[in-house]
């Protein structure tokens, strides 16, 4: 290998697996968890490059490995496409040995088996039948593979095995039976199973990351950062924590128990990503630390068995509240807690996470509730309206974190006295709202002007608008694609001034869809007789002009500065 962390480099499964280098998924990487969909779109790509005509080459996305002597490498992101591609393989050499028990063109199917197996598989002793393979799979698949699959045993066990292992032996089985398929009525069956076998791994290629450690894996996951290999990371991170309790000799059914516990952990999180959470769990209680940086982070803080069971505990602890913040609908908090966490999720800001893990474990429910409060106004004041630096914002989160954590800040006095940093003055926030453009094409952006508006209608009039409600729209005063009736815009305001707050009100939904790009005089009527106090207001103006927009945002903005307003931090 190069003297650098990594190698970059396109190589086919041909290359891959015909080089007589060996391949091992890490004992706890994840099981294998492939099924019939996958099976089936993989196949369907193979079909497509083995055709007279097809596609010459198919890309197999990454493949990450790691090695520090270029012999053994171990499969840290890709394991499934790489066992999924050795089944049929292995699915192709049980087709040629039923060809051979049926005694069709016996000496020549023979050496196509061998062939490929030396190729693709490996070596099989003749006597034992004990597999030597060019891939070994972890501790909960490894067995089944070498010894029916390898082996190429025509019944594999189907009961009282693991779901990862029926999921292997379904495999074996459906491409099986692709096989069969694909080659009925071929007069020479064994030379075409041969062919596919053969033009599918000249034809299939992967981009091969080759790293030299887990550090550098970890930081070539946080720089892919799909979604597939996000789940690689979340591996790195399981085999790390799990070497260590194997490294100490635990027994296999405490580690099993353990497997458990991590597995309910992580399913706990579903769509959400475990390297995130545990980010924000690790910063809630210890030093800040970029995601980047996480792996190497956790690797020399955690060393020993005892720091493994006190990590995965505190995990324990902290992922309700995380689960409540990401998915605050499905969350058993108090109704006004749950509602200010869906404004924050709305509001995509997840800096203060921290700090709330860290307070949800001092403060009681009143406290925690009036906190969560506070950090909405905070983010709408910063990030919505302001547009500030988050870097700066979730350093400040951080350290107040860690003061909670301490027993430092007990109070919800002292944590607001120690984010106050990050409270944007009346005059900074009255003036920055005062000029603030949001451009709605977006269906996020779209609800969080609607947000403003109905707070801002609460404030006015004391009505409680539905955010949610089908009947409730956006209105733009001025259209964003006006017609012949507004003169008083140029092009040039019409872009400018048209996304500015002050633009904008609310409407009923079957009124907006009578309005359309009309001009102001068909408008004005509609607004005046709207539910909404603020639209009343804009029918009281004569004439709709960019200064109407400016002076009506300037109204909106002194209006905001006491909705959104933290009293102790004024």
């Known amino acids: 290998m190069s003297a650098t962390n990594f190698n970059t480099k396109n190589d086919t499964f041909r290359k891959l697996m015909g080089n007589g280098l060996t391949y091992r998924v890490p004992r706890f990487q994840r099981d294998y968890s492939w099924s019939e969909e996958e099976w089936d779109d993989l196949w369907q790509d193979i079909v497509g490059t083995v055709k007279d005509g097809g596609e010459p080459a198919h890309y197999m996305g990454y493949l990450v490995l790691q090695s520090t ?4 490498f171990d499969v840290i992101d890709g394991q499934q496409r790489l066992t999924t591609l050795n089944v049929i393989v292995l699915a192709a050499l049980r087709q040629l040995k039923r060809l051979i028990e049926q005694g069709r063109d016996v000496d020549a199917t023979k050496q196509r088996l061998e062939g490929l197996r030396q190729t693709y598989i490996g070596y099989l002793d003749p006597v034992t039948l004990v597999a030597r393979s060019k891939l070994s ?25 693991k779901a990862s292992e029926s999921a292997l032996r379904k495999a074996y089985e459906w491409f099986s039976k692709a096989l069969q398929d694909h080659v009925r009525g ?3 069956p064994g030379m075409e199973i041969a062919r596919l076998i053969d033009t599918m791994s000249d034809r299939l290629f992967f981009t091969v990351i080759t790293v030299t450690d887990e550090l550098n894996a970890y930081k ?12 690689s990371a979340t591996d790195l991170l399981k085999n790390y924590l799990f070497s260590v309790l194997h490294r100490e000799g635990q027994h296999e059914h405490e580690l099993r128990a353990l497997d458990d516990r991590w597995e309910r952990i992580v399913g706990q999180l579903q769509t959400e ?14 030093n800040f630390v970029r995601q980047t940086d996480l792996f190497k982070t956790i690797r020399s803080h955690i060393r020993g068995r005892a720091e493994v069971f006190a990590l995965l505990a505190a995990m324990d602890e902290d992922m309700d509240t995380y689960l409540a913040l ?10 006004g807690s749950k509602e200010q966490a869906k404004i924050l999720k709305m509001f995509s800001v997840r800096q203060p996470y921290p700090l709330l893990m860290a307070a949800k474990r001092q403060l009681g429910d009143g406290d925690f509730e009036r906190l969560l409060k506070s950090i909405v106004v905070i983010s709408f004041r910063y990030n ?9 914002q979730e350093r400040t989160y951080h350290a107040e974190a860690q003061r909670v954590t301490s027993g430092e800040h007990t109070s919800l006095q002292h944590i607001l006295e120690g984010i106050r940093g990050v409270y944007p003055t009346d005059a900074a926030f009255i003036a920055t709202f005062a000029e603030k453009s949001i451009g709605v094409s977006q269906s996020r952006n779209r609800k969080i002007v609607c947000y403003i508006l109905c707070e801002l209608e609460r404030q006015k009039s004391g009505i409680d608008p539905d955010l949610e409600s089908p009947t409730l729209s956006l209105e733009h005063i ?14 040039e305001e019409v872009e400018t001034l048209t996304s500015r707050l002050g633009n904008m009100a609310l409407l009923q939904t079957s009124a907006n869809k009578q309005l359309g790009n009309a001009d102001f005089d068909v408008k004005r009527p509609i607004y005046a007789n709207s539910i909404y106090a603020l639209t009343r207001d804009v029918a009281a103006i004569d004439d709709w002009t960019p200064n109407a927009v400016v002076r009506r945002q300037k109204d909106l903005a002194r209006m905001a500065s006491a909705v959104w307003r933290i009293q102790q931090l004024s």
Do not use: M
């Open 326 to 335: 990401t998915s605050p609908d499905h969350s058993n908090w108090p109704q």
């Open 220 to 231: 070539v996951f946080e720089t892919l950062n799909a979604r597939g290999v996000r789940l």
């Open 273 to 286: 990503s475990f390297p995130d959470f545990l980010r924000f769990h690790w910063i809630s209680r210890r």
């Open 69 to 72: 002597d270029d012999k053994l």
């Open 137 to 161: 799979l972890n501790r909960n698949n490894d067995t089944y593979f070498q010894t029916y699959l390898v082996p190429l045993v025509e019944n594999p066990p189907q009961r009282g095995i």
């Open 384 to 392: 919505i309206i302001g547009g500030l630096q988050a870097a700066e």
């Open 478 to 491: 001025c259209p964003t694609h006006p017609n012949g009736g507004w003169t008083a815009f140029t092009d």
């Open 186 to 188: 071929a007069a020479d």
